[in-house]
């Protein structure tokens, strides 16, 4: 799909000729019925030219269930099961485009299989504060690793003929005040953090849609943002698809209308009455609207029609295949991080044990529902302890406690919230007896999708049920205790850090979740999940709380840390996190060597092109992320210690090298100039290093970049 009028293909040309044919054949009733829902998740289409519906649905976490046309409330259909795929920050964690292209198919193929032309996904806002709620939906807090997944998960959906719709943009990082924040931003850092990940889906993944958000940006509603969706997405971007509403985030007629708004979806009571729908018909006859401006939108849906359900060649779909539950197994597999393996306990060897307590109601919770917000119907999501049975049961005796109650619902008052949280002693007891009986201890822990949920932010760091003081009573009674964290956000963990030998942290991992934990700890998968975010030893270390800017007062959350969010800032400030950016180890070893980059000196618009030898010096084979990232030296225009620039994942088996060779331009150092309004190169001495994550440097070097 090309996106430059002049550069346009014949195909695209032709569709361009046939939508304007359509257009010009439309009464203003049948445009403006085109331009909101008519139903929950589906907006109209043109019966008498042969012009379908355009249904959607949600995504990022799977298909979900179908609801009525009008209401909530599940169908309780047989047929609208379906895979259930690892959350976002999983994702995140895999460090591997292949496999958000993989997630992309897959999940497109299901999405036809159920009728939809349109994913609600994926979903990749920057995580600004560990505590928002859909951090675990979300991908990471940095636009670089955003952007490549982005990408890739996109052209994975959009190659089914299923349109991507990105979401949710933009700034929309807490579910506190989720409506109604008003977030302050300067152009840099909303130019260098929070845009750069929509900017490659769109012009690189060439996503077909847009989620505009719910929040307000510098004073306008996201539905309703010139700057947003006029002057940058459809100006700058040469955005060619639609933008629809979030579900009851369009606000106005006239300024949506006027201000970059296609598609009005969600809203309450009567159709007729919607924003986008008898009062869109009135403003046009009043001459508030022009009615160039509805046949432009008419125009972006048609477009998207073209390219989805009346796409030339249309693809049959699948779900729930052999195929798609092996598709996330594999990401599954690569999104675990193991955090500590300090007696190299891990990959167990299984020949001297003869029992195995598996404690936790994390081991036998289910993560593909809950909370408030979109969830999948899996067709099957195997358990932490089903897959450890399946690996092992026969052999060696598996016994299960439940050590904690995780009764935690998103309406509880703040009482019962509070409540949830007390350790119960009678299930800590059980729990004790169990691990002292037994030759070793999995203690599944963390949180779930309860207690992580759209709309609404979690209060601190804590780990939640009283899971602590289980960790602490199971750990003293078997020092033998493997720590597992199934969690989508991060959490303080510092005691299980300082206390416990072996950790691993999973996610709300999908279908597949159990097996593939089974296969990481018993060392058929070699773990390779680096951390997509950094883990604060306090929550006031990182920015937005550091600076007091979060959730915000008067509705308005001011972005004082400008572009220092996540890494960005703890480099910069030179804090010690609990766990860093990029951190994750391996049950094998690497050794970086040889690194250097193609020139010393560069001038503008030259791509660097940077080498060097990465050598298995291990036991096992595995995967290993080499991340590089650039710092100017003695910067004068505010520049973080570090940033990410390219990655790479490389699988080796032991004594097995590779030599990596990582691509980016010097046009990727260039900061936003607000006084010159423009990408500006700072010239100068900038250091260019490589390693295992943000504070595992293990080779740097340092290049000239002049203008
Ligand atoms: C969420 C969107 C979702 C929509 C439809 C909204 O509440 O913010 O991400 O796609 O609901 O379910």
């Known amino acids: 799909m090309l996106r430059s009028a002049n550069a346009q293909t014949s195909s695209e040309k032709a569709i361009d000729k046939k939508i304007d044919h359509i257009v010009k054949q439309l009464t203003l009733k049948e445009k403006i019925a085109m331009l909101h829902g008519n139903a929950l998740f589906s907006s109209d289409g043109v019966k008498r030219l042969g012009i379908p519906e355009l249904t959607c649905d949600d995504g990022p976490l799977g298909v979900r269930e179908e609801v009525g046309r009008y209401s909530w409330?599940?169908?309780?259909?047989?047929?609208?099961?379906?895979?259930?795929?690892?959350?976002?920050?999983?994702?995140?964690?895999?460090?591997?485009?292949?496999?958000?292209?993989?997630?992309?198919?897959?999940?497109?193929?299901?999405?036809l299989a159920r009728h939809k032309n349109i994913l609600l996904a994926p979903a990749f806002n920057i995580c600004r504060t560990p505590l928002c709620g859909r951090t675990y939906e979300y991908y990471s807090e940095d636009p670089f690793l955003n952007a490549q997944l982005a990408i890739s998960a996109v052209k994975g959906i959009q190659s089914q003929h299923v349109a991507a719709c990105v979401k949710h943009f933009a700034v929309n990082n807490q579910e506190t005040m989720r409506d109604s924040i008003n977030v302050v931003i300067g152009e840099r850092a909303l130019r260098e953090i929070y845009l750069p990940a929509f900017k490659a889906a769109i012009q690189q993944g060439h996503a077909y849609s847009l989620m505009s958000a719910y929040n307000v940006v510098n004073g306008a509603h996201c539905s309703e943002n010139d700057f947003l969706l006029n002057k940058i997405l459809k100006g700058e971007w040469g955005f060619k698809g639609l933008v629809m509403s979030d579900w009851?985030?369009?606000?106005?007629?006239?300024?949506?209308?006027?201000?970059?708004?296609?598609?009005?979806?969600?809203?309450?009571?009567?159709?007729?009455?919607?924003?986008?729908?008898?009062?869109?018909?009135?403003?046009?006859?009043?001459?508030?609207?022009?009615?160039?401006?509805?046949?432009?939108?008419?125009?972006?849906?048609?477009?998207?029609?073209?390219?989805?359900?009346?796409?030339?060649?249309?693809?049959?779909?699948?779900?729930?295949?052999?195929?798609?539950?092996?598709?996330?197994?594999?990401?599954?597999?690569?999104?675990?991080?193991?955090?500590?393996?300090?007696?190299?306990?891990?990959?167990?060897?299984?020949?001297?044990?003869?029992?195995i307590a598996v404690i936790g109601d994390n081991a036998i919770h289910t993560f593909a529902t809950g909370g408030y917000g979109a969830g999948v119907k899996a067709k099957y999501e195997i358990t932490a302890l089903q897959g450890i049975k399946s690996r092992l049961g026969k052999d060696i005796n598996i016994r299960f406690a439940q050590g904690y109650k995780a009764n935690y619902k998103t309406n509880y008052t703040a009482q019962q919230k509070e409540n949830a949280n007390n350790p119960n002693p009678v299930?800590?007891?059980?729990?004790?007896?169990?691990?002292?009986?037994?030759?070793?201890?999995?203690?599944?822990?963390?949180?779930?999708?309860?207690?992580?949920?759209?709309?609404?932010?979690?209060?601190?760091?804590n780990l939640p049920f009283g899971e602590q003081e289980l960790v602490n009573a199971v750990t003293a009674a078997n020092p033998n205790t493997i720590v597992v964290i199934m969690a989508g956000a991060p959490y303080d963990i510092a005691d299980i850090?300082?206390?416990?030998?072996?950790?691993?942290?999973?996610?709300?991992?999908?279908?597949?979740?159990?097996?593939?934990?089974?296969?990481?700890?018993?060392?058929?998968?070699?773990?390779?999940?680096?951390?997509?975010?950094?883990?604060?030893?306090?929550?006031?270390?990182?920015?937005?709380?550091?600076?007091?800017?979060?959730?915000?007062?008067?509705?308005?959350?001011?972005?004082?840390?400008?572009?220092?969010?996540?890494?960005?800032?703890?480099?910069?400030k030179n804090i010690e996190p609990l766990y860093c950016?990029?951190?994750?180890?391996?049950?094998?070893?690497?050794?970086?060597?040889?690194?250097?980059?193609?020139?010393?000196?560069?001038?503008?618009?030259?791509?660097?092109?940077?080498?060097?030898?990465?050598?298995?010096?291990?036991?096992?084979?595995?995967?290993?992320?080499?991340?590089?990232?650039?710092?100017?030296?003695?910067?004068?225009?505010?520049?973080?210690?570090?940033?990410?620039?390219?990655?790479?994942?490389?699988?080796?088996?032991?004594?097995?090298?590779?030599?990596?060779?990582?691509?980016?331009?010097?046009?990727?150092?260039?900061?936003?100039?607000?006084?010159?309004?423009?990408?500006?190169?700072?010239?100068?001495?900038?250091?260019?290093?490589?390693?295992?994550?943000?504070?595992?440097?293990?080779?740097?070097?340092?290049?000239?970049?002049?203008n």
């Open 497 to 572: 850090k300082n206390n416990n030998n072996t950790v691993l942290w999973s996610w709300f991992n999908g279908s597949e979740a159990g097996n593939a934990l089974a296969d990481v700890l018993f060392g058929k998968i070699n773990p390779s999940g680096k951390l997509p975010f950094t883990f604060p030893a306090h929550l006031d270390d990182s920015p937005a709380h550091a600076l007091h800017t979060f959730p915000g007062e008067n509705l308005t959350a001011d972005y004082k840390e400008g572009i220092l969010v996540g890494y960005r800032w703890f480099d910069t």
């Open 427 to 461: 299930l800590i007891s059980e729990a004790v007896d169990l691990a002292k009986n037994s030759d070793l201890a999995i203690l599944c822990i963390g949180s779930n999708r309860d207690y992580e949920s759209e709309n609404s932010d979690r209060k601190n760091l």
């Open 581 to 706: 950016f990029g951190y994750g180890l391996s049950y094998t070893s690497f050794k970086y060597s040889a690194f250097k980059t193609n020139k010393k000196r560069y001038k503008t618009g030259e791509h660097i092109s940077a080498t060097l030898l990465v050598n298995n010096t291990g036991k096992y084979a595995g995967k290993e992320t080499v991340q590089l990232y650039v710092g100017k030296l003695n910067s004068k225009t505010g520049q973080p210690e570090k940033q990410l620039k390219a990655f790479k994942k490389v699988s080796m088996i032991p004594e097995q090298g590779v030599q990596v060779v990582l691509r980016f331009k010097t046009t990727d150092l260039a900061y936003f100039s607000e006084d010159l309004h423009k990408w500006t190169i700072e010239p100068g001495e900038y250091k260019i290093s490589v390693g295992s994550s943000s504070r595992d440097i293990r080779q740097s070097t340092i290049i000239t970049v002049a």
């Open 73 to 111: 409330t599940p169908l309780k259909l047989k047929t609208d099961s379906a895979t259930y795929f690892p959350n976002g920050s999983a994702m995140a964690a895999t460090w591997n485009p292949a496999l958000a292209y993989q997630y992309g198919v897959t999940m497109a193929q299901e999405a």
């Open 248 to 355: 009851g985030g369009t606000h106005s007629t006239v300024n949506a209308a006027n201000n970059g708004l296609d598609l009005e979806m969600g809203s309450k009571g009567p159709y007729s009455n919607w924003y986008f729908a008898d009062p869109l018909y009135n403003a046009v006859k009043a001459g508030q609207v022009s009615e160039r401006v509805i046949d432009e939108k008419v125009h972006r849906i048609l477009w998207v029609i073209f390219h989805t359900s009346m796409a030339e060649h249309q693809l049959p779909g699948s779900i729930n295949t052999p195929g798609h539950s092996k598709a996330v197994y594999d990401m599954a597999a690569e999104s675990i991080v193991l955090l500590k393996n300090q007696n190299h306990t891990l990959p167990l060897n299984t020949a001297n044990i003869k029992s």
